[in-house]
């Protein structure tokens, strides 16, 4: 799922959304200005997830998780 796409910063701040399920990853980045939708089977043996902020001056203001329970029984 190796992807890239060019993005300027807004007043020097990227803010991601990122959505997964079992056969996709959407990554929102800036209110939508970059949408990059990902198929592929996620292994649900592995549940980690990892966020770090790169670069020069680079910094991780925040960041929020949240899992939701299946709609299916």
Known sequence: MDQTAPLK???GKLRL???TDR???EIYANDGRIYMPMNGRL???KRDFALAATGDGA???SATAF?????WK
């Open 17 to 19: 959304r990122v959505l």
């Open 59 to 61: 910094t991780l203001l």
């Open 23 to 25: 056969q996709s990853v």
């Open 43 to 45: 292994d649900l043996a």
């Open 67 to 71: 899992e939701l329970n299946s709609i």
């Open 9 to 11: 910063l807004d007043k």
